[in-house]
Nanobody
Framework: EVQLVESGGGVVQAGGSLRLSCAASGFTFDGGAIGWFRQAPGKEREGVSCLSTSDGTTYYADSVKGRFTISSDNAKNTMSLQMNSLKPEDTAVYYC????????????????WGQGTQVTVSS
């Protein structure tokens, strides 16, 4: 059984930083895709950042470029999202996700999902 467990969410003031982590079990990152997605109230879930585990290719949504950094430790099956210069519009539930095949940062590409962690940025 595949399980993804996020941690690191919380409340932070605008301009602050948070680091989200995700630990996977029953799934190895080698050769697949991993990503972070978020869903704000009343909005659709969107891709924030994704990473191809074979070559480290990354994707970032325009709204987070230069502020967020995705990383992974393939040996430990963990991934992280470092979020700096946070803005109130970054407030959302953040999900980590994984797919056995690389190729996309679209939500429909990913079959394994964590339970989500709340990030709230106050102004």
């Amino acid at each position: 059984e595949v399980q993804l467990v996020e941690s690191g969410g919380g409340v932070v003031q605008a301009g602050g930083s948070l680091r989200l982590s995700c630990a996977a079990s029953g799934f190895t990152f080698d050769g697949g895709a991993i990503g972070w997605f978020r869903q704000a109230p009343g909005k659709e879930r969107e891709g924030v950042s994704c990473l191809s585990t074979s070559d480290g290719t990354t994707y970032y949504a325009d709204s987070v470029k230069g502020r967020f950094t995705i990383s992974s430790d393939n040996a430990k099956n963990t991934m992280s999202l470092q979020m700096n210069s946070l803005k109130p519009e970054d407030t959302a539930v953040y999900y980590c996700a994984a797919a056995p095949v690389e190729g996309s940062c679209h939500i429909h590409w990913y079959g394994y999902w964590g339970q989500g962690t709340q990030v709230t940025v106050s102004s």
